[in-house]
């Protein structure tokens, strides 16, 4: 998620993974927060296809995410409703934490091509 920050710091993979188990601890599986970082990733320009989301839970977190990268004043009652559905307020917190670090990571990762590779 991070290998080009890691390049150029080497105590950015170590954060990285603390702040991955700081979500965790809130209730996101390391799967849910990778298909984030990577649909955040793509829709910047600086990652691959993500995999499809496997359950309801996926769908509306990738959903969210989408929202969240294109416009986050987009984000819709509806969506939210749905969010509320499948995630508790400790996970939305973390949710909403994780895909805006997923974004940013991604941004710096365009602006950073060809640094550290």
Do not use: W
Request: aromatic share 4%; hydrophobic share 45%.
């Amino acid at each position: 998620m991070g290998r080009a920050l890691q390049a150029l710091d080497p105590h950015v993979g170590e954060t990285l993974q603390e702040f991955l188990q700081v979500l965790e601890k809130a209730g996101l599986d390391r799967e849910l927060l990778a298909l984030c970082a990577a649909r955040a990733q793509q829709m910047i320009g600086a990652g691959t296809l993500a995999a499809p989301p496997q359950n309801n839970r996926e769908r509306v977190a990738l959903a969210f995410a989408e929202q969240y990268v294109l416009d986050a004043h987009g984000v819709t009652d509806d969506l939210c409703r749905e969010l509320n559905t499948h995630f508790s307020p400790p996970e939305l917190a973390a949710l909403t934490t994780g895909i805006a670090t997923f974004e940013a990571l991604a941004r710096t990762r365009v602006v950073l091509q060809g640094v550290a590779e």
